[in-house]
């Protein structure tokens, strides 16, 4: 039997909560035993700020290399508003990103048919919807330098953010996202600006050269990333996955999530590159925030968190089967009438976090 080692980092805010119902997941897994899984916890984000004064310890970002897997909860809140930038909560997650070299994240976005209601747009546009956003994690405007506020002999100041791709950044996310494409519908398309950006251009040339050379079979469109932002919202199922950079994927994954019904159900993973065993370091998150209105009052979702959890079990475990049997018996819930109050809907039962996690469990159980 094999022991696949964790590290959870809740983090704040309804992230402490909905870990909890994952621990539960996992705690059924470890009961079953055709995988042991341990569990080391660290603090991060504000949680952290609170007891050391910055956003994550260097011995944190150590245990997460050595880590299987990361399962991260949230970050942030007004308690911090004021705190120097550089230690802000989501410094600890950049930094994680960016030390693990976690430059792949896939965000998928999939209606689950009990949902199709509740998402802004009409059911015949959601209804079966099966997207990926695969967004470029350690690049381009969130790490480009210089990135400086300073100080003009006019005595007004000037901020600078730069946008920096070099052409290995961008293949190797296109190679991601033809290689998914390739086990899902075969459709890529890369968003990018190269109206308007040197960096779009690169992009473009380079995921058309890379296309060209290696996954010709894949149908590739390119896009500029504001009319994807439309044609989002006017016909999501033309698209299967989208690639794009940093920024864009920040913003065109929080539209996709609306999508789907609620930021409450989106799961994600961060992955880096295969090391000469197949291992890969790797990060599993909720898409959604920390939820300061309604954090420790068991209200949350913890539907996203658990969803993460899933994508662990397939991408960092190869446990296939696993993963699906999670995500059906999260399916099989939700048509079940059971919500949380961010996807309540009438005449259905609004639950709490940790009735929804056990409901969940209970469903696994009679799935296994
Ligand atoms: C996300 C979040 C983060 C980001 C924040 C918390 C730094 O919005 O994961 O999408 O901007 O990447
Ligand atoms: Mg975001």
Redesign the pocket.
């Known amino acids: 039997m094999t022991t696949k080692n964790l590290l959870f980092l809740p983090g704040d805010g309804i992230g402490v909560e909905v870990h909890a119902e994952v621990k539960r997941i996992i705690d059924w897994f470890n009961k079953r035993g055709t995988v042991t899984f341990n569990i080391d916890e660290g603090l991060v984000g504000g949680a952290c700020y609170d007891a050391h004064k910055v956003s994550i310890l260097d011995e944190t970002v150590d245990l997460a290399k050595k880590s299987d897997a990361v399962i991260f909860g949230a ?2 809140g007004p308690k911090w508003d004021d705190v120097p930038f550089d230690v802000r909560p ?1 410094a600890g ?2 930094r994680l990103r960016k030390d693990l070299d976690l430059f792949a994240n896939l965000r998928p976005a999939i209606v689950y048919p009990a949902l199709a209601d509740a998402s802004s747009l009409k059911r015949d546009h959601v209804e079966g919807l099966d997207i990926l956003i695969l967004r470029e994690l350690t690049g381009g405007t ?1 790490f480009g330098e210089p990135k400086e506020i300073v100080t003009l002999e006019d005595g007004q100041k000037r901020a600078v953010d730069t946008t920096v791709y070099t052409t290995s950044e961008i293949e190797r996310i296109a190679a991601v996202g033809f290689e998914l494409a390739r086990k899902r519908s075969n459709k890529v398309h890369s968003a990018e600006k190269r109206n308007v950006m040197v960096a779009g251009v690169l992009w473009n040339d380079t995921v058309t050269a890379l296309h060209k050379k290696s996954f010709s079979d894949v149908e590739l469109h390119h896009i500029l990333a504001d009319n994807c932002a439309m044609q989002l919202i006017r016909w999501p199922k033309q698209f299967d996955v989208i690639v794009t950079d ?1 920024l864009f994927g ?1 913003v065109l ?2 539209e996709a999530s609306m999508l789907t019904g609620s930021l409450g159900m989106l799961p ?1 993973a961060s992955l880096g590159a295969e090391d000469e065993n197949g291992k890969r370091a790797a990060l599993y ?1 909720p ?1 959604h ?1 920390t939820a300061p209105d309604i954090a420790g009052q068991n209200k949350a979702n913890p539907i996203a968190m658990i969803a993460s959890f899933a994508m662990a079990l397939r991408y960092s475990f190869d446990l296939g089967e696993e993963a699906q049997m999670v995500e059906t018996a999260i399916s099989n819930v939700l048509d079940k009438g059971l919500r949380t109050g961010d996807i309540m809907q009438d005449g259905m039962e609004e639950v709490s976090t940790t009735a929804m996690g056990q409901a969940v469990i209970t469903e696994m159980e009679a799935l296994s």
């Open positions: 970050v942030g989501e997650l950049l969130y940093n920040d994954s929080d994600s998150e898409v925030g």
